[in-house]
Nanobody, 123 residues
């Protein structure tokens, strides 16, 4: 079992930045795939970014060049630095962790989820 707790959401104007953090109840270094998802009102949950324990990262096209995912295994945290935010980035953002060693962290099913943190970007 892994408990995940997100923080860092808030309201910003377009072009602004936010940094989301996800605190894990166990060593993130032992978790192969971790990811950020988001869900806008009335829409399906969307994968945003993932990071393997070896450091490999992946991003959805809409955030490439603006968002950066990172891990600090010493602090058991996963982060998402979000720059140049757009109104379409408005959503609830969720941290997720997968069991085992999936072949592809971008497409695997995730077993553990945080409660989410709201990001609102105004134009």
């Amino acid at each position: 079992q892994v408990q995940l707790t997100e923080s860092g959401g808030g309201s910003v104007q377009a072009g602004g930045s936010l940094r989301l953090s996800c605190s894990a109840s166990r060593n993130t270094g032992s978790t192969y795939c971790m990811a950020w998802y988001r869900q806008a009102a009335g829409k399906q949950r969307e994968w945003v970014s993932s990071m393997r324990s070896d450091g490999r990262t992946s991003y959805v096209d809409s955030v490439k060049g603006r968002f950066t995912i990172s891990r600090d295994n010493a602090k058991n945290t996963l982060s998402l630095q979000m720059n140049s935010l757009k109104p379409e980035d408005t959503a609830m953002y969720y941290c997720a962790a997968a069991s085992g060693w999936p072949l592809n962290c971008a497409t695997t099913g995730y077993d553990y989820w945080g409660q989410g943190t709201q990001v609102t970007v105004s134009s």
